[in-house]
């Protein structure tokens, strides 16, 4: 994109340049000409009429007193057809020269001639300054053409990634404006595409997780029942009871493997994260403005925790909590990590001493639009949508004190390339 664009406006002031530069040149050395022959006709004209005074009181023609009209290294030829004599002064220049002629009231004529080597000097200077015009307005140009180039590349670029992550199913909002208002339209649909995405996108895992645990509660139901028949003294009963028990039990293993399917789906770019050096990152950016408001971050992670995750969404959704906190929060400011008893999730806490979350907006706090605080309300709903999509969870835990919990969970030996891990001796 930058090669092209670098190439067409090179392309048009050349083009440019050449269209102006050529004609220029040759009005130049015209010009140049014209006022040479235009000088050296006003001195033949007051030749002639010196000499033509001269003639008409009956004088002797005598150049001498004309002299100081012929330029340095000029020739002036008189001729008298009356008298068939000619009269020279200076030398002769040969064939390369600029003559004017004018004739004699009293019958004759006056040719004065000059060498052409400065006048051709001249014009050669006159088109090499055109041509310099010429360079200096293509390397000019180029420096447009390069500035704009990477004024325009950049941020097509910026764009196109952009778009990219959002088909990947990475919905963070990006501020970033590139001052070009057709490139800036563009990234402000980006924002709402995303935004209108990651809302969709998390009505309809809500809504999978509602039907999985609806359909999970009634065949628990149905198995139940079932176990019942299995144990009448009819025997017909009892084996039909049972292999409706066992099919079920196969009813009920596909729809964890369904479900366990459709978390890996979602979780495609999550990888093993270090929570520790992740995490310390995240505070070290955040300590500066909440100092700022006179506040402060304590950071509390346990030794040797991994958990699956994208890095970049991690970030995100961590600084859209922390902002939170310095925003409607109060007091010192929390992160925390730790794995819960299972083994199988970490948690990841954020919390505040401020005065909490008001009862009325806990049930409505992930909704898109839904502030207390004056804000767009995005920012939450937006935080969930991104760590529901590598398969974790974001919750209100607390209302008072106001404490966000992120689940996310544990990686598996599979999760890393390239690292063997032991077999485990038992299922988890």
Request: glycine letters at 8%.
């Amino acid at each position: 994109m930058r090669r092209r664009i670098l190439l067409a406006i090179l392309l048009a002031v050349t083009v440019t340049a050449c269209l102006l530069g050529i004609p220029l040149g040759y009005t130049a050395t015209a010009i140049v000409e014209s006022l040479t022959r235009e000088n050296l006709s006003i001195q033949v004209r007051q030749i002639a009429a010196t000499l033509d005074d001269e003639l008409a009181n009956g004088r002797q023609l005598d150049l001498a007193s004309v002299q100081i009209a012929v330029p340095p290294g000029g020739h002036l030829l008189v001729t008298l057809p009356d008298t068939s004599e000619e009269y020279t002064l200076g030398e002769d220049l040969g064939e390369d020269t600029v003559s004017e002629s004018v004739p004699i009231v009293q019958h004759g004529t006056v040719r004065l001639s000059i060498d052409a080597g400065p006048m051709r000097t001249t014009q050669t200077q006159m088109t090499l300054l055109v041509a310099l015009v010429v360079v200096a307005t293509i390397g000019i140009g180029s420096v447009v053409a390069i500035l704009t180039a990477r004024r325009l590349a950049r941020p097509l670029r910026h764009v196109a990634e952009r778009a990219s992550r959002l088909g990947a199913g990475d919905f963070r909002l990006d501020r970033t404006r590139y001052q070009v208002q057709e490139l800036d339209r563009v990234a402000e649909a980006l924002d709402a595409s995303a935004t209108a995405l990651a809302q969709l996108v998390q009505r309809e895992r809500e809504l999978v997780g509602d039907v999985s645990h609806q359909v999970r509660s009634r065949l628990t139901s149905l198995q139940l029942r079932i176990e019942e028949l299995t144990a009448v003294h009819d025997e017909d009963i009892a084996r039909e009871a049972g292999a409706a028990l066992e099919q079920a039990e196969r009813l009920a293993d596909v729809l964890d493997e369904l479900m366990a399917a459709a978390r890996e789906a979602r979780a495609v770019g999550a990888e093993p994260v270090d929570l520790g050096a992740e995490l310390l990152g995240i505070a070290d950016e955040w300590r500066t403005p909440l100092r700022a408001g006179g506040r402060s971050l304590k950071l509390r992670v346990q030794d040797g925790l991994l958990a699956k995750v994208s890095p970049a969404r991690l970030r995100e959704v961590i600084g859209v909590l922390l902002d939170n906190a310095l925003r409607h929060g109060g007091g010192a400011v929390t992160l925390s990590a730790r794995d819960d008893a299972s083994g199988d999730t970490v948690l990841i806490e954020v919390s505040d001493t401020g005065a909490g979350v008001p009862d009325e907006l806990a049930e409505h706090i992930f909704e898109r639009g839904v502030s207390g605080g004056g804000s767009t309300g995005l920012g939450l709903a937006l935080a969930r949508a991104l760590i529901d999509s590598d398969g974790g969870r974001l919750e209100l835990s607390t209302k008072r004190p106001a404490t966000f919990t992120v689940f996310l969970p544990v990686p598996r030996a599979g999760d890393v390339q390239g690292v063997r891990w032991p077999t485990e001796r038992f299922p988890r």
